[in-house]
């Protein structure tokens, strides 16, 4: 079992950064594979960045590649998602996610744990 909390959205300018962390319960962290996703008003859920579980393999959506980290602190049970040069489009709530899967997953469904997710809002 893992329990997922994220912090770290907020209101922000286009052109600003945020940093997104999601701490994470239990002592199993470090084999899970953790993903970010978003939802925007209206939208269905979407991938937008994953990590496996050594930290050694990233993917990233095309809407955000260049522009996102996606990192991870096993010692600390955290992962993290550094975003920088914000989008208006970019506004939505960003969910972390565990997943066992044996590879990198894009899609929901092969998450098994989630966060209650933080709002990350962009103005013009």
């Known amino acids: 079992q893992v329990q997922l909390e994220e912090s770290g959205g907020g209101l922000v300018q286009a052109g600003g950064s945020l940093r997104l962390s999601c701490a994470a319960s239990g002592r199993t962290f470090s084999t899970y594979n953790m993903g970010w996703f978003r939802q925007a008003p209206g939208k269905e859920r979407e991938f937008v960045a994953v990590i496996d579980w050594s930290g050694g393999i990233t993917h990233y959506t095309e809407a955000v590649k260049g522009r996102s980290t996606i990192s991870r602190d096993n010692a600390k049970n955290t992962v993290y998602l550094q975003m920088n040069s914000l989008k208006p489009e970019d506004t939505a709530v960003y969910y972390c996610?565990?997943?066992?899967?044996?590879?990198?997953?894009?899609?929901?469904?092969?998450?098994?744990?989630w966060g209650q997710g933080t709002q990350v809002t962009v103005s013009s």
């Open positions: 996610a565990a997943s066992n899967w044996g590879v990198v997953a894009t899609t929901s469904g092969r998450y098994d744990y």
